[in-house]
């Protein structure tokens, strides 16, 4: 099994950067924008996210730990035979936090493409908790 690591520090208090994060139904516009464009809610529960490239994407929530600043999430359907991520928001001083996103993937393949997506996916998150606008460079 193929592990995508990301890790980047935000300009923002852990506090705000976990409520963002938490917030599952609200990824495209708190956490993401630019990256994914729209998210709704199925029957089940699952957000499905549009990206900005035009990939749309089935995710269930699997859990929230407000006392480690987790969430975990599985992608179902689309071409990964298994795909499990996780975020978590670290404390990293005054006004400052890291975001740790680790991504899970079969086949191996999958990590040659999901690993550009998670680099644009962290540049919109860094920006949109930061408050700075979104470019095409993060």
Known sequence: MATVY???V?????????????DFDAVHTRLAPGFL???TVDEEGARILTFANGLVAR????????AHRRLAYTVTGGKAAHHHATAQV??????RSRFVWIT????DEMAAYIGPMMEQGGAAMKAALEGR???AAG
């Open 6 to 8: 990301k890790e980047f």
């Open 59 to 66: 995710e269930m929530l699997v859990g929230i730990d407000d």
């Open 90 to 95: 670290f404390e990293e001083g005054e006004g």
């Open 133 to 135: 606008p979104i470019t």
């Open 104 to 107: 899970d993937v079969l086949p």
């Open 37 to 39: 464009t729209a998210c």
């Open 10 to 22: 935000v300009e923002a208090g852990a506090a705000q950067v976990w409520d963002a994060l938490r």
